[in-house]
């Protein structure tokens, strides 16, 4: 099979799980072109910025015309994201691979914990149904809540940003939870919110990769193509699936993958 | 009796379709010029060029510059974003949040600029 044509297949298939998990490709972009293509860490890494915005601003255009994502929210902690993401790009530049290697290995693992935590607490607890004003500026759709520790959330965002742009994640594992717990939005803002900034805070970071050059357009492409075809599949079969056992078996996969990459950190691959 | 006073002009929904329209027109054409370049280089068999620094690749012309031209327009797109919403909040008169969408706007757009000197200084 042409090269291509896999490298479609993947960020198909990355856009895809990511779209019904909520995570965005870049948990699994990042291990399938260092691990699968042999890829530099730092090329992975800028290519997956370039997803991560792709699959970003096409959702977010629902979600932002929707009233589901609160866009002065988004906007707002998006000036700590920058930030972060900013430098963190720019310090992946020097850092050595098997750091970078080490890190994304430490927020693979991360992830995979906070997922489990989830399905074990699924079905103990409903999310509240989101309060609608019909008279908010944001339309009859918007939600109305008040978001409170504004100071605490701004440094989560700096700290999201830059895992963003150090590891070529979308960060929301970071600002769903920060959005929602800290803040106090619903968990549909949370998530609609933090797809908003994902793609101004990806911005900041794939921004350092494309000029210095880091990021091959005959690999940044069929992914970029296999990503948003494959997000939009994913956004469509989300609502219908019963998300339990593929939550339990992206758990498996992300496990496996941050073995991998420690084993990479370590030297040993 | 007086009837009730006419509810005021809604600016929020503008502020999202707005925002809509903008990013689903710019992601629809940088994915499409992603998409064309990368389909024009396998059909003319073009040697690949590597990866290379962007606005590189744009001056190199043919389907890989196409190609370069969409991944940089995606990365751009945010900042479109960010106008239009300062934009916006500025014509309907919220202040604060002007000052927030000007604020992101300038730190990511310094952040290019300065990314791209890192490049060019390297």
Redesign the interface.
Known sequence: MPTELVLILSGLVAGTFGAMLGLGGGLLIVPILTLGFGLPLTAAVGTSLVCVIATSTGAAAFNVRAGRADVRLGITLGAATVVGAATGGIAAGVLPDRLIAGLFAALLAYTALVMLRGLRAAGARREPEVEVDPASPDGPNAPAYRARRLPAALGGSLVAGNVSGLLGVGGGIISVPLVHLVMGAPMRVAVATSNFMIGITAAAGASAYLFRGEIDPRVAAPVVVGVTIGAAIGASVAARLRASWLTALFVAVVAYVAFRMALRAMGAE | MSSPPA?AP????A???L??IV??A??LL??AA??A??VL??IGAEP??????????IRSAGP?AI??A???A??????G??GV?AFSFGTGGERR?LA??L??LA??A???V???L???A?
């Open positions: 509810p809604a600016r929020g929904p502020l999202g379709r925002i809509a990013l689903r710019g992601t940088a994915v992603i998409t370049g990368f280089a396998l690949a060029p590597g990866a290379q620094p962007v606005l590189e690749l890989d190609t370069a969409g991944l940089l995606l990365t751009l797109l945010p900042l974003v960010l919403a949040y927030s969408s604020v992101t730190l990511l310094g952040s290019l300065v990314s791209a890192l490049a060019g390297s």
